[in-house]
């Protein structure tokens, strides 16, 4: 290994050792550019490696609010601003119980290729809390939203930092958070928070843009190996934004969705899932995904009584982990490829262990990388930003339109990426190296900052 590389990591390794899901992220990425490194010792006198891991601030803080009892909850907040390199700080809130320190700096840390990979000018972010929204009724969520929001608006603006949803952060929070952004500021500022209602001032085509998008990447990644998506078996864990949205436009390009998932379980209905159903039990209702079989007897449902979850021992063409992180195991992906899997897109974050995607790679299953392949999302954020900009509204056509043209850019930068370093099919290595190298760019541009 280059001994640059090889001291950076093992110096973040000592450093940040109790950070499991950051260290995991970025040893993805810094094992994947070794070439790059070669090709350029300039970078290790620069210490863009060193830089380009350690975020620009890191803001934790703390939520008092109320809940319906009239007992007083804390919860933490965090912000991790990663990179202002080329745009201001831009990526979700999530909120769930297991947000921690290194979940946040992990999805910066994504979020800043992720974003150099859409082509626009935004840098990455991540913030969030361990606030678990399950359960809570609507005034709960919005007491929760404006004790955040009085503590994060110092650190947010237009121009310096825009967040928006991620799990448990849907349009409902981030109307809370807005409403609360604009009356501490006194002044309508649209573009500081992204994924609005469209009533005042979001984009249409932001709710469906992760899941449209990441079904966008895997045509053309089906299409350029000689596969098609029409026919097509496909399961998608979780049923929250992404997994519907992904569902929505795999049925529309003729795939067949067989499986759908939340914490709890999945269901496997081969007649094909009911959409209109799973959007009344998760978006309307907030319920469970089993509820699913209360309308469709016939179909399955298989409890999850293990790390191991049950979607991925359903047989399909296609399989697409829209939940969380560390999702697909080895033992998941060996039960996929067993049952003739021939692609894997990641829809959620870092979804695919480590193990899991050498074994796919290893094994020559085509994997579209979430930082490439669920950069719809965030891509579709700077067009509501542009648009909030402007004053101006496009319709859902011109939004989608845009959407799959940078898509299909993404596709192809991680394409030729890979074949020019001698890696063809590798999309993981393909994307790291075409983010990286715009970010090294930018970073010797400017100065040792
Ligand atoms: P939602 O909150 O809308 O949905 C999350 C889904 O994943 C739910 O079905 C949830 O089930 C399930 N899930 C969450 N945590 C776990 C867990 N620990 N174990 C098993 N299942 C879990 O979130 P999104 O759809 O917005 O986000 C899904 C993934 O996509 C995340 O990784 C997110 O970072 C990523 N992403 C989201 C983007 C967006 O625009 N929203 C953009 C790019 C990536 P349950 O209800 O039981 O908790
Ligand atoms: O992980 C992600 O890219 C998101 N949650 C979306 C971020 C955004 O700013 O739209």
Redesign the pocket.
Known sequence: MNEYLKRVISNIEKRDSHESEYLQAIKEVLCSIEQILDKHPEYEKAAILERMTEPERIITFRVPWVNDNGEVIVNRGYRVQFSSLIGPYKG?L?F?P?VNQSIMKF?GFEQIF?NALTGLPIGGAKGGSDFDP?GKSDNEIMRFCQSFMTELYRHIGQDVDVP???????AREIGYLFGQYKRIRNAYEGGVLT?KAICYGGSLA?KE???YGLLFYVREMLKTNGHDLNGKIVTI????????YACEKATAFGAKVVG?????GCIYDKNGIDLPLIKQI?EVKRG??KEYLRVHPESEYIE?TSDD?PIWGIKTDIALP????N?LNLNSAKKLVENGVIAVGE?????TTQEALDYFIEKGILVAP?KAA?????AT?AIEMSQNSMRYYYTFEEVENKLEKIMINIFNACNENAEKYGCPKNYVAGANMAAFQKLADAMLAQGIV
Do not use: F, W
């Not at 829809?347 to 979804?351: E, K, T």
């Open positions: 979700g999530r769930h297991s999805l992720k399950k928006a949803g991620d799990i448990g952060v849907g994924g932001r843009a992760t899941g864990s979780g049923s929250g934004n992404v997994a519907i759908m998932s939340d914490s709890n998760k469970r995904i999850k979850s829209c939940a969380t992180q999702e829809g959620a974050n870092m979804p979430a669920n950069a719809g999302g965030v954020s």
